[in-house]
């Protein structure tokens, strides 16, 4: 997937140090034992086509048998052995058309372009019988940035425990939730592609916003009686050093301490039926003014989601999910240098989606999205587009998407070594940054927001 990540902040030219820290990486990476074959490197190391892991027979939508091979460490290979080296790559064309001009940068038009947007390269696959990774590097062609972009490693082994069955596994991951094995969690979340063109609006959770590939933690998680998942980890930033390294400069959030995250899921496939039901708790201290002053900002957020997935990997299947997270914020460093108007406020998202999957080829999909939050005249400022008139992160609306993923199944054309899929996207506002008309305090509404996006999105 392409992650709504940190590089979509960041602008500059960074390619030589991360390409040379990504052809180290990989080439270690390489160099260790394992036993699979070619690539996309997941689908050809299994002997199993797309479809078999994903609902769509392309990712990011996990089946049941998807959650299984991340939870197991990216691990499950077929028997007959044989050399591998597993690399892939994804590139990303799209065109977009945005109701009324935005600033976008330069040579981009202010209104509609076709360009290429992302071109990813990726480890991704089982290193030894119980250690496996993703490692992804992207370069994004909107703001000429290279930089690292997902990472998860994993370790997992299959335990007997009173009984009872478990699988134990530790995670090493660099952005909260991209260890995650549901669809109902940001980092792997619908809309799971964004056109980067377009205006965005002006407040998202911390763990989204600034904590997104500029971190690195690590966690314990369990999966008990393939019923209840459990896992505990802490985050550190990445020292700014590094992050200029891997392509994003100044992007430290400066964390301190560490910061603790928290995950339990219920989940039951009975039947045809699948559902999951999952709680979310993450909290950070952090300096984001330092060395102006030396006090801090914490974000402490929990959250609910679900899953509900029908008759997945049949002609005719449905999957669905929501969440929604609040978030808590101490702001004493943000009042401190007159960036907030109060020590203190509060910010909610909700999010929900089904998709309906015809053939795991053709797929509709509907989306609702809404956040609110404590009114900021400081922090959500009036000024042309990305501003708020009303001082409030109001943000509300919906998504329209319709897909064609033609390979991915047994058969297909080109199968395991590339994999397509082709949609159009409608998203709508009836709320931006506080409000529907006049939002900024220069005149422009909600609506002028709406865009179209049309991508090619292809991985081999």
């Not at 074959?37 to 998807?66: D, I, K, N, R, W």
């Not at 990216?74 to 597993?86: H, S």
């Not at 609040?326 to 089904?354: C, I, P, Q, W, Y």
Request: hydrophobic letters at 40%; glycine letters at 10%; one cysteine or more.
């Amino acid at each position: 997937m392409a992650l709504q990540s940190t590089i979509r902040r960041c602008k500059g030219r960074e390619g030589a140090a991360i390409s040379n820290f990504v052809f180290a990486l990989l080439t270690v990476l390489v160099a260790l034992p394992r036993v699979a074959s070619a690539v996309p490197s997941f689908a050809s190391q299994t002997g199993l086509p797309c479809a078999q892991c994903h609902v769509m027979a392309f990712g990011p939508q996990l089946t049941e048998f998807g959650r299984q091979f991340k939870l197991n460490g990216y691990t499950f290979a077929k028997q007959d052995g044989g050399v591998n080296i597993p690399l892939s790559a994804i590139v990303i064309a799209a065109y977009n058309n945005v109701n009324k001009e935005a600033p976008t940068p330069s040579p981009y038009s202010d209104k509609e372009n076709l360009a290429l947007q992302d071109v990813s390269v990726y480890f991704a696959g089982r290193i030894t019988d119980h250690l496996g990774a993703f490692v992804k590097a992207t370069y994004d062609n909107i703001f000429d940035t290279t930089t690292w972009d997902t990472l998860d490693v994993r370790y997992a082994r299959t335990v007997e425990l009173g009984g009872h069955s478990a699988v134990l596994g530790v995670d090493v991951n660099n952005s909260p939730t991209a260890q995650d094995l549901w669809n109902s969690t940001h980092a792997w979340g619908f809309p799971y592609i964004v056109s980067e063109l377009v205006p965005f609006p002006i407040n998202t959770l911390a763990l989204v916003q600034s904590l997104g590939n500029t971190v690195l933690g690590g966690s314990l998680y369990s999966m008990i009686d393939s019923r209840w998942y459990v896992e505990l980890g802490f985050y550190k930033g990445v020292s700014n050093k590094w992050l200029a390294n891997l392509g994003l400069p100044g992007a430290n959030p400066n964390i301190v301490g560490a910061a603790p995250y928290g995950r339990l899921t219920w989940h039951q496939q009975t039947g045809p039926h699948y559902l999951e039901l999952g709680l979310l708790g993450f909290s950070a201290k952090l300096q984001p003014f330092q060395p102006t002053t030396s006090e801090t900002n914490r974000t402490s957020d929990y959250g609910i989601d679900a899953s509900y997935q029908f008759n997945v990997g049949t002609p005719r299947a449905f999957d669905a999910h929501a969440s929604w997270i609040h978030e808590n914020r101490k702001l004493d460093a943000s009042f401190a240098v007159g960036a907030s108007d109060s020590t203190s406020n509060s910010f909610d998202t909700f999010e929900a989606d089904v998709s309906y999957i015809i053939d795991q080829t053709w797929v509709p999909t509907a989306s609702v999205f809404n956040s609110n939050g404590s009114t900021n005249h400081l922090m959500f400022a009036p000024g042309p587009i990305f501003g708020s008139a009303s001082g409030a992160p109001t943000t509300g609306g919906y998504t329209l998407r319709f897909e064609w993923v033609p390979f991915g199944k047994i058969g297909s054309f080109a199968s395991p070594w590339v994999n397509l899929r082709l949609g159009a996207q409608y998203t709508g506002y009836w709320r931006f940054n506080g409000g529907s008309s006049n939002y900024d305090g220069f005149g422009r509404s909600a609506s002028d927001n709406n865009s179209l996006f049309v991508y090619a999105w292809l991985a081999f």
